[in-house]
T-cell receptor, first 115, second 111 residues
C-alpha cells in the first residue's frame, strides 16, 4: 500500500514563474491537507480539500495561491508569480475522512526554491 | 482559531535519560492530539496520538498525557537513544479538520 506521494520532490523556479505541486493521497483516502514549512519552523496549515471540494482554505494566501483536488488525479497546489518568500517545503497529508480516525499521513514534501 | 504553544524549543538530554515536551492549546473543542517526529529533510511521522476521551497513552518508550481542564498535553520519552534525536511537533485538531501545529522541539540525545 503506497503512502502519500508528492512530486516533484525539489522544484526550482525564478521569480514570476509558476509552481505546480502534486499530491496523490494514500489509497482509500479522500481528504487532503496542504501545509507549508519554512526553514526551521513548524508546519502551517494552508488548505483542506475533499474530492472536487475545498473545505477550508483559511490558511492559504488570497492571491497567487490556489488548490484543487479533482475527481480523477492528484491534488494540485498552484503558486503563480512566485516570490522568494514562497521558498519552503510544502507537505501534503491525507486521511480517510470525517467520521473515521483523524490520523493524517504525510507525503515526503516538495522543496520549492525561488531564485 | 486554535493556538498551540510548545516548549521547550530545544532540548538536550544524555542517552538513557527521559525527555519531556509540553504543549498547550486554546480551543476546548479540539479532541485529537497527535505527535510527529521529523528528521532532517524528511516527512513528519506520526509517533503517538491521544483523543480527548483518554488521559494517558503509552507505546513502549513513548507516552502522552492529556489534561483537558488545563488544556495541555505532554510527550514523554524514556530511556532516550541517539536515534530519538529529531524535531518533535505536537498538534491539536477537531475531528476531521486541519491540524494546528506547535513550533517544534529540537531534541538532541547525547551519547
Amino acid at each position: 500500500n503506497a503512502g502519500v506521494m508528492q512530486n516533484p520532490r525539489h522544484l526550482v523556479r525564478r521569480r514570476g514563474q509558476e509552481a505546480r505541486l502534486r499530491c496523490s493521497p494514500m489509497k482509500g483516502h479522500s481528504h487532503v491537507y496542504w501545509y507549508r514549512q519554512l526553514p526551521e519552523e513548524g508546519l502551517k496549515f494552508m488548505v483542506y480539500l475533499q474530492k472536487e471540494n475545498i473545505i477550508d482554505e483559511s490558511g492559504m494566501p488570497k492571491e497567487r495561491f490556489s488548490a484543487e483536488f479533482p475527481k480523477e488525479g492528484p491534488s494540485i497546489l498552484r503558486i503563480q508569480q512566485v516570490v522568494r518568500g514562497d521558498s519552503a517545503a510544502y507537505f501534503c497529508a491525507s486521511s480517510p475522512g470525517v467520521g473515521s480516525y483523524n490520523e493524517q499521513f504525510f507525503g515526503p514534501g516538495t522543496r520549492l526554491t525561488v531564485l | 482559531g486554535e493556538n498551540v504553544e510548545q516548549h521547550p524549543s530545544t532540548l538536550s538530554v544524555q542517552e538513557g535519560d527521559s525527555a519531556v515536551i509540553k504543549c498547550t492549546y486554546s480551543d476546548s473543542a479540539s479532541n485529537y492530539f497527535p505527535w510527529y517526529k521529523q528528521e532532517l529533510g524528511k516527512r513528519p511521522q506520526l509517533i503517538i496520538d491521544i483523543r480527548s476521551n483518554v488521559g494517558e497513552k503509552k507505546d513502549q518508550r513513548i507516552a502522552v498525557t492529556l489534561n483537558k481542564t488545563a488544556k495541555h498535553f505532554s510527550l514523554h520519552i524514556t530511556e532516550t537513544q541517539p536515534e530519538d534525536s529529531a524535531v518533535y511537533f505536537c498538534a491539536a485538531a477537531f475531528t476531521g479538520n486541519q491540524f494546528y501545529f506547535g513550533t517544534g522541539t529540537s531534541l538532541t540525545v547525547i551519547p
